[in-house]
Each structure stands twice: as structure tokens, then as C-alpha cells.
């Protein structure tokens, strides 16, 4: 799933530096807006059944229990799709009669289809995902959806004529889906069968299944106006900012490529844990994989927040080189965020579904209330400040609640000291960093970034037996094992993984 999330980010970035070069400002904010959008009613559409179906087929373990949950989501999800399809349609159709706004209008047609596409893609993978396979979200939706669309994006860059490159990145988005889509039926078709039989489903669980995943419904909508709408609000105040504001945001979501993958798979985990009652594997499992997690987060923060200008030019041109303070506000949002791990994820393991509810609800009226507090003086800067406390208000506040009735959270020695040793010398040097950097150079010290924290986890001892189950866990991956890593990390971290 690591790696999954990995190339889902990797390939979802290349794919909006591909739009941001080849569209106008102007209409790189339109397509934004639609996803902003899309992301928004496809979270309605989904009624919380992804989350609810993945906790509870990894929690209850009748094969009854798991075939209602299986039919009873689809049975659900599915009309709650076709509605909102045809209601964003319509709505698209609307916007052109009534504002004469043809761009958006042909934006959010093609971006319907993407509700009835993505959202049934969504559930399938969260099914397996119940069932502890993360191959489907790994390579179906985080790998192969965003890796088609830069193909099809390529294709249609190829062929098609300069005026109409901008409907061709719309076909080639729905197209990549309708990929994706057939590939996860002929999957679920193979391997379904495999992990549950043909029988009996337990009548009235479904309903249960509903009811549990209503407040996940309210929560993953809740999500999707915190995550999105002080773009949305920007582009109703000050859409000509919406371009450069959010070629800024998908750097900074950059930070959340570790956290993303582990809250993933660690919400069916946690679940499995609490199953046997392993209360002590679970923390140990939470702060260790959060601890891992700023290998990203860490390098990446501290070479944007920095040397933001060098690191906009790097990625989108000299364009793209101003303003700056945008970038420097939505990154400290982001790490701040990722520092505190999966505590939402953890939230919905417990079933604590009601304070994932309320935290949603705080995360959400933040953003909004500082969008529309900000933005009509401050613009991009006042959405990217509601954007930074609505990202960091969520998983504080699940920490906290968590860390008091569960004692979880990733606070440990061997998460701080390596965390505090690498942040702050590094910090001091690239505060005096020449303002004219090499472009170069960006990449060359986050990856020095990134080692040094490997290095300093190991000469500080900061191990502990999640790490060395971490590793047996990349060995397994791998097929073999890595005699060189193990004899280093005795080498250096001494005592501590005496047991590796």
C-alpha cells in the first residue's frame, strides 16, 4: 500500500504539472474546480459505506455476516450514485443556460461521469481491503488509474488540436476511470469467490451496515468541504487565484504520501488487533509507522517551507514562481498534520465513529468560517490559511481525544528524538540558503533529508520491536532477506535490535 500510495502521488502530481504546462492559468482553475467539485458529491455518493465495509468485515467473522455486508453495500451505494450523477449533469447544464459559463459547464459533464465511474471502483477496493488486500487500491486506483490518465493525457496533447486540449484532458480523465473500472469487475469476479462463498446472508445486518456508516457519510462530506472548500469559496471570490492556488495545494498534499498509505491499511489492522484484544501491538504499530512516515514528510516540509520560490519554479516554471506565502502556510498545515498519525483511522477501528463525526464537523466550519472570513480581503493567503487549520484541526483533535481514552498516540522517545535531532539543524541551514538555489539541488536534499533521518533513527537507538517487525514485513515483500540492512542496524543502533 506504501507503494500504491507512492506512485498514486507521484503519478497524480506528474499528471497536474502535465495540465498546468499545457492549459492557461484560467482554465487549469476551471478543471480544478471541477475536481473540487466531483470530490465533494462523490463523498455523498459513497453514503460512508467504504470505511463502514472495511472495518466491519475485518471485525466480524461469520461468513453470513460478511455477505451482507457485501450485498447490502451495493444495494445502497448504487442508486446514491445514479442520483448524483444525473443531478451534476443537469447542474452543468444549468450553469450554461443561466451564466453563460460554457468551461465549467463542459467540465462538470464529463466530471458526472466520473461519480457513476469512481465511486463503485471505490467500494470494490474497500471490500478487499475488509479482507486485508490491498492490491486493488495499490494497483487499480492509486497506481493504474492516475498512470492511464497521463497516457491518455499524452494522447490526446498528440493528436488533438491547441483548442481543444482542454476537452481532451477531460476524456482522457473519464476514459482512465472507465480502464479502471473494468479491470476492478474482472478482479472482483476472480477473486471474490475465493474469500466468501456463495450462501446465506444474516437478514438485517445490512441495515446495520447503514446505520453504522451514516455518520461516515456525514464525516467523508464534512472531509471533502474541509479538504476543498476554501477552493471552491476562492473560485467564487477570486477565481483568476484559483490556478495558482492550487498548483501550490498539490504540493503541499505531497506531505501526506506516508500518512495516506498507513491510515489505509491500518484501519483493517487496528481492527484485526482489537478482534484478539492485542491493545500493546496496536500502539506499537501506530508509533512506529508514524514514525516512518516523516521520511516524506520531513524532507519534503523543510525544502518547501524554505525555499518555497526555487521549489514552485522546479515543478511548474517561472510562472508559477510567485506568490510565495501561500505555499509556506498550506505546508506548515500539512506536517503539522502529519506528525499526529492515523488517529482518525484509529477513531473508526474503535468504532468511535460519533468524535470522528465531530471532529469532521470542527475541521469543516473552520475552513469555511476562515474562507469566507479571509478570502475576500486576503485571497489565495486567507485560503490557504483556512485550508492549514481545517487540515491540522481534524487529526489534533482525534489525537487527543485518542491519547486520553486509549492512551494512543506516536509521542514516544524513538519518534521524537530522531524527529527533533534531524528538523533542527537542517532547518538552520536552509534558513540561510542562498534565495537563488540551484534547481538541482531541490531533490538532491530532500533525499539527504531523508537518509539523515534514517541515519539519525538508528545512531539514537530510536528502535524498538515495531521496527524490526517492519522490516520483516519489507523482507516478506521482497522474497528475501536483507543481511546488509540487519548488519548495519546492529552496527549502529547497537543493543536496541540485538533481536534483528
Partial sequence: MVLGTLASIGFTFLSRVILVRKLTI??????????????????????????????????????????????????????????????????????????????????????????????????????????????????????????????????????????????????????????????????????????????????????RLLAFALPLLVVGALTSVSGSGDTLILGFIHRPEVGFYTATLSLARLLGIGLSSLGFIFLPVAARYLRNRDYSSLKLTYATATKWTLVVALPLFLVFFFLPSRSLTFVYGAAYATPVLPLRIVVVGAFAASLLGPAAAAQIAYGRTQLVLLNTVAAALSDVVLSFVLIPAHGSVGAAVAWSVSTFVYPFLSTVEMAFLEDLHPFKRHYLLPLVVTAAPVSLLLAFAPAQTPLWQLPVIAIAVALLFVFVVLVTHSVDRGDRLLLEAVERFLGRRLPVVRRLSRWLAGPAVTSM
Fill in 26 to 207: 484560467a482554465s487549469w482553475g476551471t478543471f480544478s474546480l471541477g475536481l473540487s467539485i466531483v470530490g465533494l458529491l462523490s463523498a455523498v455518493a459513497t453514503l460512508g459505506l467504504p470505511q463502514a465495509v472495511a472495518r466491519n468485515l475485518a471485525f466480524v467473522s461469520a461468513p453470513s455476516d460478511r455477505r451482507a455486508i457485501v450485498r447490502g453495500s451495493f444495494r445502497y451505494l448504487l442508486p446514491a450514485t445514479a442520483g448524483l450523477t444525473v443531478g451534476l449533469y443537469l447542474f452543468a447544464l444549468f450553469v450554461n443556460y443561466a451564466y453563460h459559463d460554457t468551461q465549467l459547464s463542459i467540465t462538470l459533464q464529463y466530471f458526472s461521469l466520473v461519480i457513476a465511474l469512481g465511486v463503485p471502483a471505490t467500494l470494490i477496493a474497500s471490500i478487499f481491503q475488509g479482507y486485508e488486500d490491498a492490491l486493488p487500491n495499490a494497483l487499480f486506483l492509486s497506481t493504474l488509474n492516475p498512470a492511464l490518465f497521463i497516457v491518455f493525457l499524452l494522447l490526446t496533447e498528440s493528436f488533438l488540436p491547441l483548442g481543444q486540449q482542454f476537452v481532451g484532458a477531460l476524456a482522457a480523465y473519464v476514459i482512465a476511470d472507465v480502464a479502471v473500472l473494468v479491470l476492478l469487475l474482472v478482479y472482483y469476479q476472480r477473486r471474490m469467490p475465493r474469500l466468501l462463498a456463495a450462501g446465506p446472508a444474516t437478514v438485517g445486518y445490512d441495515r
